[in-house]
T-cell receptor, first 112, second 114 residues
Framework: QKEVEQNSGPLSVPEGAIASLNCTYS??????FFWYRQYSGKSPELIMF????GDKEDGRFTAQLNKASQYVSLLIRDSQPSDSATYLC????????????FGAGTRLFVKA | NAGVTQTPKFQVLKTGQSMTLQCAQD?????MYWYRQDPGMGLRLIYY???????DKGEVPNGYNVSRLNKREFSLRLESAAPSQTSVYFC?????????????FGSGTRLTVV
């Protein structure tokens, strides 16, 4: 089992729809969770981080965390073609280290 | 506001050659990291430096060495390049070793070993 798992996609949604990206993690002691966006040929860019169970909203983006079920998700409302990218989930491991583990990413394609 | 600067952006090496990838940040961050990114495998940590004067191995350190030259600069050296080291290399930095606020990444180095 990978420490951080994401569906590789591609996830295809029409413009204006809600895109839902999911991530599961194995270390129950994990404490910090991050979403990065990576355009093709570019470096990852931090979108959001979340620490507590529940939702955190920032503009069109909402991160959701459920520690009991060990998953974190990212919702993108009113999806735009410019949102087409690979989205990386990253998790800070719990006790014994502070290393950040990345998922392999989900490719999102927003159709105009 | 440069953020994290990596050089070079592209490099082609022959098997057995050596090279150093340079990274510098101007955000006064304490911690710096080197990752490699391969298709389907995500980002894997090679080495990190929690603070100036310290370095530690990550998930895939074999074949690499690092130097934390000062608070700003963190270099990655390939002593004898192998085709398996063909990858995209990213340097990143964070405010602290706890990485509570996420990384800032450099633009990457695309390395091909032939």
């Amino acid at each position: 089992q990978k420490e951080v798992e994401q569906n590789s996609g591609p996830l295809s949604v029409p413009e204006g729809a809600i895109a839902s990206l999911n991530c599961t993690y194995s270390d129950r002691g994990s404490q910090s969770f991050f979403w990065y966006r990576q355009y093709s040929g570019k470096s990852p860019e931090l979108i959001m981080f979340i620490y507590s169970n529940g939702d955190k909203e920032d503009g069109r983006f909402t991160a959701q965390l459920n520690k009991a079920s060990q998953y974190v998700s990212l919702l993108i409302r009113d999806s735009q073609p410019s949102d087409s990218a690979t989205y990386l989930c990253a998790v800070n491991k719990g006790a014994g280290g502070f290393k950040t583990i990345f998922g392999a990413g989900t490719r999102l394609f927003v159709k105009a | 506001n440069a953020g994290v600067t990596q050089t070079p952006k592209f490099q082609v090496l022959k098997t057995g050659q050596s090279m150093t990838l340079q990274c510098a940040q101007d955000m006064n961050h304490n911690s710096m990291y080197w990752y490699r990114q391969d298709p389907g495998m995500g980002l894997r940590l090679i080495y990190y430096s929690a603070s100036e004067g310290t370095t530690d191995k990550g998930e895939v350190p074999n074949g690499y060495n690092v130097s934390r030259l000062n608070k700003r600069e963190f270099s990655l050296r390939l002593e004898s390049a192998a085709p398996s080291q063909t990858s995209v290399y990213f340097c990143a930095s964070s405010e602290s070793e706890a990485n509570n606020y996420g990384y800032t990444f450099g633009s990457g180095t695309r390395l091909t070993v032939v």
